[in-house]
């Protein structure tokens, strides 16, 4: 098959490492997520702790796609800005929050700041904030009843069971930005659903496009080598991309 055939040309790197979060000023504690592998993959799965990593097919991810919800949704009259801070309920009270606060807007500036609300997942009790920086983009998490935020490479999609989240991010859209696939898993009494890192993986020779869900515990990856994506000149054609599928233990 065409998607087998291309993946023996490159070497899957898998390294996670701790993240800092800039708003909280936490490091990030190790746990089995944080690991390093590394792998040939002569057409065999990489298998770790927390997830296997085997080929797929565009068959796979079409299907998928047409399977996915939104997942967070924006409704009208559910966050403002005051002063240039994000405002959203919490615990159902209108609640300034600080780390989402404009700054230096309309500036050539490389402190210039700006967020965005993108909407809620009622189900997971979550809101969704973007910030947009002089050279970078991140999404938030902020959590509906106790205001926690939690930092996310991309805006997440979540799995069919609610059980999961999970976003992509690739370094070739802005200099300096991750490039790989996160994977959250969601805890928590229904009222405060607790999220945490279940995995993270950066590939050193794989760029990741997008995702779908195939199922609760399953997501098939739009990948491409990051050499033939140099080769194209960063303009791929549809044909040209592989697919893997990553199961979630």
């Given at each position: 098959m065409r998607n087998l055939t291309l993946l023996p040309l490159f070497l899957l790197v898998i390294s996670c490492h701790n993240r800092t979060d800039t708003l909280t000023n936490k490091k990030t504690e190790e746990n089995p997520a944080k690991t390093s592998i590394?792998?040939?993959t002569n057409e065999k799965p990489v298998k770790t702790e927390r997830y296997?990593?085997?080929?797929?097919?565009k068959a796979a991810f079409d299907q998928a796609a047409t399977r996915?919800?939104?997942?967070?949704?924006?409704?009208?009259?559910?966050?403002?800005?005051?002063?240039?801070?994000?405002?959203?309920?919490?615990n159902q009270k209108w609640t300034p929050l600080e780390a989402f606060r404009d700054t230096l807007l309309n500036t050539d500036d490389p402190e210039i700041r700006e967020y965005r609300y993108l909407g809620q997942n009622q189900a997971l009790h979550q809101y969704l904030v973007a910030g947009s920086f002089y050279e970078g983009f991140e999404t938030y998490l902020v959590d509906k009843t106790t205001g926690k935020i939690t930092p996310t490479w991309a805006e997440p999609s979540v799995s069919p069971d609610h059980k999961y989240l999970a976003n992509v991010s690739r370094a070739t859209v802005m200099e300096g930005e991750p490039n790989g696939v996160?994977?959250?898993?969601?805890?928590?009494?229904?009222?405060?659903?607790?999220?945490?890192?279940?995995l993270e993986i950066e590939p050193q020779d794989w760029e990741p496009f997008e995702l779908q869900w195939e199922s609760p515990e399953s997501i098939?990856?739009?990948?491409?080598?990051?050499?033939k994506y140099e080769q194209l000149q960063a303009e791929p054609k549809e044909e040209d991309f592989s697919y893997l599928r990553l199961r979630v233990k």
């Open positions: 590394t792998d040939k296997t990593l085997e080929p797929a097919t996915q919800p939104v997942s967070f949704k924006m409704g009208p009259e559910e966050a403002r800005k005051e002063n240039g801070v994000l405002v959203l309920k919490i996160q994977v959250w898993k969601v805890a928590g009494p229904n009222n405060s659903s607790a999220i945490a890192q279940h098939i990856i739009k990948m491409m080598p990051t050499e």
